[in-house]
C-alpha cells in the first residue's frame, strides 16, 4: 500500500496526527473502492455468457495444446498453420466441399493409420 501516490510517508520526518489520519482515510477510500471493483468483476464473470467465453477458452487453449504437443517433433505449431487451414477451411464451405473433404479426410486418415500399424510391423500379426 506504500507505492500508491499519496499513502507514501516522508522518510526521515514524523507525522502529525492529522497527517496519519489523511493518510489512513485514503487507504480507507483504496480498500473501499479495490471492494467495488471486486464485487462488480464477481458480478461481470457470473453472467452465463461470459460462463460460456471462458469455458469455450478454455477447451480451445487444451485442444491447441494437445496439437502442439503433437507436432512439436516436427517443429511446427498451431499458430504457424492456422492461416492455412482457414485458408482451406473458407474455400472448402464456400464451394460447399464439406462432405466430399470429410470424405477424403478419412480415407486419408485410414490410409495413415495403415501406414503407422505396416512400419512398426503391428501388421504381421494379424
Do not use: C
Amino acid at each position: 500500500m506504500d507505492k500508491i501516490i499519496g499513502l507514501e510517508k516522508t522518510p526521515g520526518t514524523e507525522d502529525s496526527l492529522a497527517e496519519r489520519k489523511a493518510r489512513l482515510l485514503r487507504q480507507g477510500d483504496f480498500y473501499r473502492v479495490g471492494i467495488a471493483h471486486a464485487k462488480a468483476r464477481i458480478k461481470h464473470d457470473a453472467r452465463p455468457d461470459v460462463l460460456f467465453h471462458s469455458a469455450l477458452d478454455h477447451a480451445t487453449f487444451a485442444v491447441r495444446s494437445r496439437i502442439d504437443s503433437v507436432l512439436h517433433p516436427t517443429g511446427i505449431s498451431v499458430a504457424s498453420i492456422m492461416p492455412y487451414a482457414a485458408t482451406i477451411i473458407g474455400f472448402i464451405s464456400r464451394r460447399r466441399l464439406v462432405k466430399p473433404a470429410l470424405g477424403v479426410a478419412a480415407v486419408l486418415g485410414g490410409l495413415a493409420w495403415y501406414l503407422q500399424r505396416r512400419r512398426t510391423g503391428q501388421l504381421q500379426n494379424l
